[in-house]
């Protein structure tokens, strides 16, 4: 049990592994990814901080640029509004000048122009430089949230797997100290193990040295002293009477009986058929009560009126054999001489059969020649006219497998041993086959008798004859799948059964050594019988030995024993006068009373004659009851004392005649009070009954559930048993495979333990990255 847990567990593990195996390769995959996208986010940012660099030199650029045409346009203002005045003054003078003013200021204002223009586009660029940055920031940041919690989460996983990785190490390494506790124990046992093989071949050599010498010594004493061994000849040992097994003479006993019964129904299903199969040529196609039949019909249903003088034979047979299997024989093939006359009588029906075959073919011939058949009536004739000729073969097969199966009892060179069970599976096949035909033949004799009954020339008497053909058809059907089942579920045991023999020999040689020995177990029987006397009745061992002590402790002598018996006889004596005594005195008591009683007549005659004749008679039965119960003549004047089922009546017999009421009431309460009392005990004895019933059918219960469960410990005792020495089997083979798996799962772990290690790298790096490329972020 120990074994399949740690097999178990190990087989989970591996599974275990294998799953965390392919989450890491996973995991690779993704950390792999995550360092590819990192790296080109990498470039991107040097792309962009030199974009950004450039655009920063160029705005610084502008904005310098800028200032200075600032201030020039300041000198430039300046210079106009100085100049204006001096104009005003010199006007005339400073037409020249003014002309080459104007196109200075044209020039400044073009330049100007220019310049204001360049700024705006540079305004843009730089706003539309800002904005992209903007963009591309929150969008690396974004990605970078997301990256982080990625990791974080690869983290948490990683994580796990570091501690289910921890834990099955620490499982594994406690199983591994486990086992190695047990492999050291198992080596112990193997120690000792090995201590008692050695001890135990030391005896086996002592032992087989005492038995060679006690063999040497007895085949000494054997050739020596025994003059015949009737063992060493087959033809000697077949006339030894084997070992009685009523077991399977019960069993031989029950099987023919059942083979007889199936016989039986047979026979009577065949017996049917074959006179109903006459009655209906009589009748079809031409009614011999309206005209004559034809000539061939007239032979065949002569043939079919004697088919009890051959179907009958078969039930005797079969009977005979039955009979000739008791509890006191031996039955095997060899001894059972009745099968041969059961195949004589199953060849004499077969005869039979062949015999009204060509008959019955001319008569199905016969009815499709006939104005009244029809085409499907024609092919059912036709189908029943190739069942008759399959049926009749079968029969043939049959009769050839039961008549070989017959020759060891009567030539022991017609059949060899050997064959005895190839030709036994044949006769199953044979009536297989056999209940194949017969399910044929009722299949279209039921469509035959359908096509009849519906012609407009079918007769009730007709119907009423295929309708009996059909039953007696169906039952052939049944009684020959019956026997072909049974004859099939009994086959192993006909077949282990042949082996039922002499001791030390092959079997039975001929059937005369089968005749002797069978007289020769008879004769032992006989003499085992004799040997058999019933033990004398003895006072059991420890009884004697008390009465032997009671005896010798005793201190009566012969004389006080002596003196007791003579005491005993003069008792006897004197009860046997007292008996004398009191049987006169019981006669003068009758007398008396029969004076009484004709006395009280008397009287009661000159009341009333039907009343008072019931009172006489009440006082007859009470004075007779006190008359054997007093001794003496005294008890007639004392008060008489009546006791029956009623109760107790006392009253003196002089007294006077009592009222009819009083003594109908006296009679009532008596009744009353008596059957309350017999009802109680009625109901007391019920209620008991009750009681013990339930206790008895609990306790039967209590008992069956004790059987069943007694029943189930033994199985579980014995599949406990092999399961013992089934895994104390396994134990010595599993020990070395055990070894090579902890080895292999050490290897394995050292592999885990590997890739683990590199996985944490990974991550470290990983985290290095992903810290680097946020605090980049955050620089920007």
């Not at 360092?35 to 940012?45: D, T």
């Not at 469509?447 to 169906?474: F, G, M, R, Y």
Request: glycine content about 2%.
């Amino acid at each position: 049990m120990a074994s399949a847990e740690l097999q178990g567990k190990y087989q989970k593990l591996a599974q275990e592994y294998s799953k965390l195996r392919a989450q890491n390769q996973v995991l690779k995959k993704g950390v792999v990814d995550e360092q590819a996208n990192s790296a080109a986010l990498k470039e991107q940012l040097k792309m962009k901080d030199q974009s950004l660099r450039k655009l920063q030199q160029e705005m610084d650029s502008l904005t310098f640029r800028n200032l200075q045409l600032a201030k020039r346009v300041e000198l430039l203002q300046d210079e106009l509004a100085l100049s204006e005045p001096r104009g005003k003054k010199n006007k005339k003078s400073g037409e020249s000048s003014s002309q080459l003013s104007q196109e200075q200021k044209s020039v400044f204002d073009e330049d100007l122009q220019k310049k204001i223009e360049e700024n705006e586009r540079l305004h843009i660029q730089f706003f539309e430089a800002d904005e992209q940055h903007k963009h591309v920031e929150a969008e690396l940041r974004s990605r970078l949230a997301t990256l982080e919690t990625e990791a974080a989460q690869h983290q948490a996983v990683v994580d796990g797997l570091t501690r289910k990785y921890m834990e099955t190490i620490e499982k594994l390494q406690n199983d591994k100290a486990k086992l190695e506790v047990k492999s050291q124990t198992l080596e112990k046992e193997a120690k000792e193990c090995r201590l008692r093989t050695e001890e135990c071949q030391l005896q086996l050599k002592n032992l087989h040295e005492d038995l060679s010498g006690r063999l040497e010594e007895s085949l000494s004493i054997i050739n020596e002293k025994v003059p015949f061994n009737d063992t060493k000849y087959s033809q000697y040992n077949a006339l030894n009477v084997p070992l009685h097994n009523r077991r399977h003479q019960l069993k031989m006993r029950d099987i023919a009986g059942q083979a007889l019964a199936f016989v039986q129904d047979l026979v009577t299903a065949l017996l049917n058929f074959h006179t109903y199969t006459e009655q209906r040529i009589q009748i079809f196609p031409v009614d011999s009560a309206i005209d004559t039949i034809s000539p061939l019909n007239q032979k065949f249903s002569q043939y079919l009126h004697e088919n009890a003088s051959y179907v009958r034979p078969l039930e005797e047979g079969m009977l005979h054999l039955f009979e000739s299997i008791t509890e006191d024989t031996v039955t095997v093939l060899e001894t059972t001489v009745k099968l041969k006359t059961f195949s004589e009588h199953l060849t004499s029906y077969i005869c039979f059969l062949r015999k009204i075959l060509p008959y019955q073919l001319k008569s199905l011939e016969e009815e499709c020649e006939s104005s009244l058949c029809t085409s499907a009536l024609r092919a059912r004739n036709l189908e029943l006219s190739q069942d008759m000729k399959k049926m009749t073969a079968v029969f043939e097969k049959l009769q050839t497998y039961i008549a070989l199966l017959a020759l060891p009892s009567t030539e022991p060179d017609g059949l060899l041993r050997t064959n005895y069970s190839s030709v036994l599976t044949n006769v199953g096949a044979a009536l297989h086959g056999f209940h194949d035909v017969m399910k044929d033949i009722s299949k279209h004799y039921s469509q035959k008798a359908t096509i009849e009954h519906e012609l407009p020339t079918a007769t009730q008497k007709l119907v009423t004859t295929n309708d009996c053909i059909l039953s007696s058809v169906v039952a052939l059907t049944n009684g020959a799948g019956k026997i072909a089942s049974f004859f099939s579920n009994n086959l192993d045991y006909f077949i282990a059964s042949l082996s039922y023999g002499p001791k030390a020999a092959s079997g039975f040689i001929s059937p005369l050594s089968a005749e002797c020995m069978l007289q020769y177990k008879k004769k032992a029987a006989t003499y085992m019988k004799s040997l058999r006397k019933p033990p004398l009745e003895s006072v059991p061992y420890e009884e004697a030995l008390a009465n032997r002590r009671i005896l010798l402790s005793s201190t009566e002598s012969r004389e006080g024993l002596a003196q007791q018996v003579q005491q005993s006889l003069e008792k006897i004596s004197k009860l046997e006068q007292e008996k004398e005594h009191w049987m006169l005195e019981a006669q003068l008591a009758k007398i008396k009373l029969e004076k009484e009683n004709q006395r009280i007549a008397d009287k009661l005659k000159s009341t009333s004659s039907g009343q008072l004749v019931g009172l006489a008679q009440e006082n007859a039965a009470v004075s007779n009851a006190t008359g054997q119960d007093e001794a003496t003549a005294k008890a007639v004047s004392e008060p008489i004392q009546s006791t029956s089922l009623i109760g107790t009546l006392t009253r003196s017999p002089d007294s006077e005649v009592p009222d009819v009421e009083s003594r109908e009431d006296l009679i009532k309460n008596h009744y009353m009070a008596r059957i309350v009392e017999l009802t109680s005990q009625l109901q007391l004895a019920d209620s008991k009954s009750v009681h013990f019933y339930a206790e008895c059918r609990a306790l039967s219960k209590r008992l069956a559930l004790a059987e069943k469960s007694k029943e189930a410990l033994t199985e579980e005792m014995k599949l406990a048993s092999q399961n013992i020495s089934r895994l104390q089997d396994e134990l010595t083979t599993t020990k070395r495979s055990y070894e090579d798996q902890l080895s292999m799962m050490s290897d394995h772990l050292c592999s885990m333990n590997e890739t683990l290690s590199k996985q944490r790298e990974e991550i470290d790096t990983l985290k290095m990255s992903s810290k680097g490329n946020s605090k980049k972020n955050k620089s920007r």
